[in-house]
Nanobody, 120 residues
Framework: QVQLVESGGGLVQAGGSLRLSCAASGRTFDNYAMAWFRQTPGKEREFVGAISWLSSITDYTDSVKGRFTISRDNAKNTVYLQMNGLKTEDTAVYYC?????????????WGQGTKVTVSS
């Protein structure tokens, strides 16, 4: 059974940084892309960024470009989201996801989420 477990969320002041981690287990993840999404109450889940299996391709939504960086350690089946220059509008529950195809929408496997709160 595939499991994705996020960690690293918390409360941070605007302008600060956080690093989220997502550890995957339950199968071989060779060739799997990994992605981060976020969601706030009453809004649809939003794509944040994604990274290909060999980290050769990354994709970010415009609002986080230059501030967030996705990386991965395939030996540990872990993907990271380094968030710098956090803004109050980054407050959300952050989810990681994985699937064979890298996209901004379609992923079959999801974590349970980790909450990020950015205070002004």
């Amino acid at each position: 059974q595939v499991q994705l477990v996020e960690s690293g969320g918390g409360l941070v002041q605007a302008g600060g940084s956080l690093r989220l981690s997502c550890a995957a287990s339950g199968r071989t993840f060779d060739n799997y892309a990994m992605a981060w999404f976020r969601q706030t109450p009453g809004k649809e889940r939003e794509f944040v960024g994604a990274i290909s299996w060999l980290s050769s391709i990354t994709d970010y939504t415009d609002s986080v470009k230059g501030r967030f960086t996705i990386s991965r350690d395939n030996a540990k089946n872990t993907v990271y989201l380094q968030m710098n220059g956090l803004k109050t509008e980054d407050t959300a529950v952050y989810y990681c996801a994985t699937d064979l195809a890298m996209s901004r929408k379609y992923y079959n496997y999801w974590g349970q989420g980790t909450k990020v709160t950015v205070s002004s």
